[in-house]
């Protein structure tokens, strides 16, 4: 079974620019969150889909960031545009079914730094 | 909202010693405690969890406890090995979420052969 995929792996910006994000989770897992850890602090929570619909949006940091889940499939998080603020790793995780407390499968990050 | 506390940050042990981590919580409702392994450049992996209807778990060398009383859980590692060495993460659930887990800062275990 292939497991949550991210990509890219790395990404390096300026303040000021775009980046797109994107996450490919476990085939069939209708959950998937989005996590941030940044400058080795905890791994924070950013939000959750349930197959295309936000379940839980609370902490996303402002409206710079977008999130989407178009088709209940992968999944995008676009930061427009970037502050040096939100660099860090960006780890998505789904899990298989929705409404149960299941395991959340992690891909590898993206590890975005904004210069 | 949840909030955990993770302690030590970092952990240095000799190989064949055991590692204790030890994290605490502030909703006394949350029910699902994961603990996650990341090595070095690679995703976090779940090792074991517990939810909070049991008091312990073990899975060969690796065991967690639950203490729903004082709101804390512990990841036991027996027999510690080189390849035990990465960053581990303590997490809760949060209640009335949905399935939304709060982290712990990640303690860096480092075994010494």
């Known amino acids: 079974e292939a497991g949550v995929t991210q990509f890219p792996s790395h990404s390096v910006i300026e303040k000021g620019q775009t980046v797109t994000l994107r996450c490919d989770p476990i085939?069939?897992?209708?959950?998937l969150y989005w996590y941030r850890r940044v400058m080795g602090k905890e791994i924070k929570f950013l939000l959750h889909?349930?197959?295309?619909?936000?379940?839980?949006e609370s902490g996303m940091p402002n409206n710079r960031f977008l999130a989407e889940r178009t088709g209940g499939t992968y999944s995008t998080l676009k930061v427009q545009p970037a502050e040096l603020e939100d660099s860090g790793v960006y780890f998505c995780a789904s899990s298989q079914v929705a409404g149960v407390q299941d395991t959340q499968y992690f891909g590898p990050g993206t590890r975005l730094t904004v210069l | 909202g949840e909030n955990v506390e993770q302690h030590p940050s970092t952990l240095s042990v000799q190989e064949g010693d055991s590692a204790v981590i030890k994290c605490t919580y502030s909703?006394?409702?949350?029910?699902?405690f994961p603990w996650y392994k990341q090595e070095l450049g690679k995703r976090p992996q779940l090792i074991i969890d517990i939810r909070s209807n049991v008091g312990e778990k073990k899975d060969q060398r690796i065991a967690v406890t639950l203490n729903k009383t004082a709101k804390h859980f512990s990841l036991h590692i027996t027999e510690t090995q080189p390849e035990d060495s990465a960053v581990y993460f303590c997490?809760?659930?949060?209640?009335?979420?949905?399935?939304?887990?709060?982290f712990g800062a990640g303690t860096r275990l480092a075994v010494h052969p």
């Open positions: 889909f349930v197959k295309e619909s936000k379940q839980d």
């Open positions: 085939s069939g897992h209708d959950n």
């Open positions: 997490a809760a659930s949060e209640s009335g979420g949905y399935n939304k887990l709060i």
């Open positions: 909703d006394s409702a949350s029910n699902y």
